[in-house]
């Protein structure tokens, strides 16, 4: 809100006070804001200035060297000094033309100040104006505050709240986009409001980022749009709280220019806006976790809690006459997108409320009855079919669902952490909880794959079985027996030996097609097959031989795959 307060270079010049003072270089700098005045008293003045203040000086200090006021110029333009008022014929009777060519190059307003006013004259009036600009600023900040937190308390919608705001600009073209269900609302005149829904939309796409925080400046990006067949000024101000974006404010100046209060009044505005947001956003999330306790009793062996969940199922929009197939959205952590939310461990909460309002936008426009709901770091679908729907119509269906969400989630810069399971369609309720526990076990087959990002429980092929949680021991029993002497003897002597062996099965036992894919030595893969051999006993003619090592790979393949999801 600083960056607004204080009074213009401009604005000083037409108090009293200044009446006869003048510009002598530097009028691109008019506009400048005063925050704060200062006298210059010693020649390494820089060190004690800061942003936004006017230095008064009569130049004693450096009036020996007048060369240096050139560099010290330049210095305080760096550190975002408003200009500078100088008194003449007192040390100094006139300032170099050279200063007043790097003056003027800078837009560094130099202003020369009467003989007969004082210091004190100045920065009592000057201060006067800055803090009677400040009330006023604050005043219209806590005005339009409490008209918005009274629309809050009364259940007003986002529209209500924009239409404040749209107002309080005397009726410039504004809208407000909110990011998690991709809704906006918009006041402007009839005739630009589809091409403004055109703009809004077209820079939603590019999301820009910006980088605020707390104790920062609020900031705003500046645009030009065609509205009319003229040019505008477009202003977008981010809606955000420490660790979280929600939207954006769009305001054109079609009508007039926005004044800097007008903007510092919007900007201050916008926590408010972030919280009615928020609460919209809560309520979402609420609604989600009743679905899921609908879905685990819907998905339970006991009968009581199953009906339980068919006497709610219209709460939900539930239809037992339909089939459902299950689909799960798995999460994994990573410190690569902490930038959702850095301070804290719940980022992966906000990813999940993103994808959720992915899939609410995307299920709008679809003609499948899709039920939703968030579990810990996962998101459990009901996808909804007539029963009489071919099986292979419906994996076509979900399998362009389950896109359309991965679509939208790479626009997001989150499509790599997102794995969807997908388990059979089942016609009958009390089957459900079969679709639902396929879909978990086709998410973190998925997981353990980087070929593709949906997998159907249907697509497993031997990880169907071998993904069965009650198989886990003996299968580990089964891999120790057969292939652990192998993968113990190449990690002890630094061989290839488990590598040869998958080539092996993969080349159909063709020695010489081996040699070429591994880059190897074709006597060196003899040698190899035959340490195998040696080390295993494994006899390469016998069918259940070959059948139990190339289990044993597969099993290995899936302790391989799950290392980097434990780390």
Known sequence: MYKYSGITVKELLELEIMKDAKILAGEGGLDRRITKLNVMEVPDIVNWVEDGEFLLTT????????????????????????????????????????????????GFSLIEIPFEVSYSSIIADALTEIVNNQTNILYRIDNTHNKL?????????????????????????????????ETSVIFCDEDKKKHIETIVEADSLKKEKFNYGFGEKFLHTKHSDILGGEKVDRLTIPIFTKDREYGCIYIWEDKKQITPVELTVIEASTPIIALDLYKKQSIFEIESKHKVEFFEDLFSSEENRHQ???????????????????????????????QYNPDTN???????????????????????????????NSIIILFGTEIETKEAKIKQDINSFCNEILSYAEYEYINDKVSIGVGRNYKNTHDLWKGYR?????????????????????????????????????????????LEPL?????????????????YFECAGNLKKISEEMYTHYNTVIYRIQRIKEITGIDFENYNDRLNFQISLKILEMQENERPNRK
């Open 149 to 181: 937190i009274n629309l809050m308390l009364s259940g007003g919608s986002l529209k209500e709240i924009a239409k404040a705001l749209y107002e309080s600009i005397d009726e410039n073209s504004m809208a407000i986009k909110e990011y998690l269900f």
């Open 487 to 503: 993968v113990r003897y190449d990690n002890e002597k630094g061989t290839e030996l488990i590598e040869t062996l998958k080539k």
């Open 346 to 376: 719940g980022f992966l909460q906000q990813i999940n409320v993103r994808l959720l309002s992915i899939i609410n936008r995307i299920t709008r426009n679809r003609k499948e009855r899709i039920i939703y709901g968030n579990k810990s």
């Open 308 to 338: 339980k969940a068919l006497e709610r199922a219209s709460y939900f929009d539930f239809d037992s006459n339909l089939g459902y197939s299950v689909i799960v959205i798995s999460l994994s952590d990573s410190d690569k997108y902490s």
């Open 59 to 106: 130049a004693y200090s450096i009036k020996d060297n007048l060369t240096r006021l050139d560099e010290l110029i330049s210095e305080l333009n760096k550190k975002g000094l408003a200009g500078m008022g100088i008194k003449t014929k007192r040390y100094i009777n006139e300032i170099p033309d050279n200063t007043l060519k790097v003056a003027n190059e800078l």
């Open 438 to 482: 396929e879909a978990n076990r086709a998410v973190e087959c998925q997981k353990r794959s980087y070929e593709k990002k949906v997998t159907h429980y249907d697509d497993l092929g031997i990880f169907r079985i071998l993904s069965y949680e009650e198989l886990q021991p003996e299968l580990q029993q089964f891999y120790k027996e057969i």
